[in-house]
């Protein structure tokens, strides 16, 4: 998917001050692109605006040339946030299942398939009979992610997915989310405040500074496709961070 932005901006609440500010750009097409920035920069009001669950004040977004609200209809966009956000009454997977049903079955799986993708995010069939509160926190993080993925969508929109998980958990997502972007070839946008994380998944970096937001660096990551833990502790990897890191520092 193609997601190409326009003259875009944004200002809450009829201020006079842009919280946005982004004349052109184009994402997507399979690859995995982070936006960083510091908090408050606009970064969650852009990925809503992608999202088609805000309007802009100004401009627009295309995806592959159809509206944000009509591919969310579609099932087409997953969502990732930092709270898995699982009803607590259903199982794992009667949460899982959940977007096929508000679909009317439109979207049904095979069984079959719900095998794959329990093992893609790596759930067990056992796991999937527990309730949320059963589960820690990062099992519920893969049945969110599960969720997110079982209507084949052809982008994933991540806010900060892994803010609230320890660094180990955190590592070990970033990686599998990584993996199944790679596998799956799904268009992938990450917002995120933590640098390491950006340049460890993403194929792109963009830097976005304040007031208004817009986009003032924008860095290719030329590293391997997989990035395992040799790769994070490379002098490239090394580079890109202390790359984006003093973009940031010119931007606040
Ligand atoms: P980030 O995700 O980068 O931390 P946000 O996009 O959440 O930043 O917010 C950017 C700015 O817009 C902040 O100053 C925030 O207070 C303001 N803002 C966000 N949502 C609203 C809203 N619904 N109404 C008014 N102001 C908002
Ligand atoms: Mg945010």
Not at 83 to 98: F, G, K, Y
Not at 228 to 235: A, G
Request: a neutral charge; charged letters at 20%.
């Amino acid at each position: 998917m193609v997601i190409e932005i326009t003259s875009l901006s944004h200002t809450f609440n009829g201020s006079h001050e842009a919280l946005l500010n982004i004349p052109r750009l184009t994402l997507g097409n399979r690859s995995f692109v982070s936006i960083v920035g510091s908090s408050g920069s606009g970064k969650s009001t852009l990925l809503r605006i992608i999202a088609g669950l805000l309007s802009p004040t100004a401009g627009h977004v295309s995806l592959d040339g159809h509206s944000p609200q009509q591919k969310r209809d579609a099932g087409e966009l997953a969502f990732i946030f930092q709270s898995p956000t699982l009803l607590p009454w259903r199982t794992a997977m009667q949460n899982i299942v959940l977007p096929c049903e508000l679909q009317g079955g439109r979207l049904s799986r095979r069984q079959q398939d719900v095998h794959g993708l329990l093992s893609l995010v790596g759930l067990s069939e056992d796991d999937t009979r527990k309730r949320p509160a059963q589960l820690s926190g990062g099992m519920q993080m893969r049945v969110s992610l599960a969720r997110s993925l079982i209507t084949r969508p052809e982008l994933m929109l991540m806010d900060e997915p892994f803010a609230a998980l320890d660094d180990i958990l955190r590592i070990q997502l970033q990686d599998e989310v990584r993996r199944i972007h790679c596998e799956q070839k799904i268009a992938s946008v990450l917002v995120t405040h933590n640098i390491r994380e950006a340049v460890a998944m993403s194929d792109r970096v963009l830097v976005l500074g304040d007031k208004p937001a817009q986009i003032t660096t924008d860095v290719t990551v030329a590293l391997p496709a997989e990035r395992d833990s040799d790769v994070r502790r490379s002098r490239e990897f090394q580079g890109i961070v202390n790359q984006v890191t003093d973009a940031l520092y010119q931007v606040v």
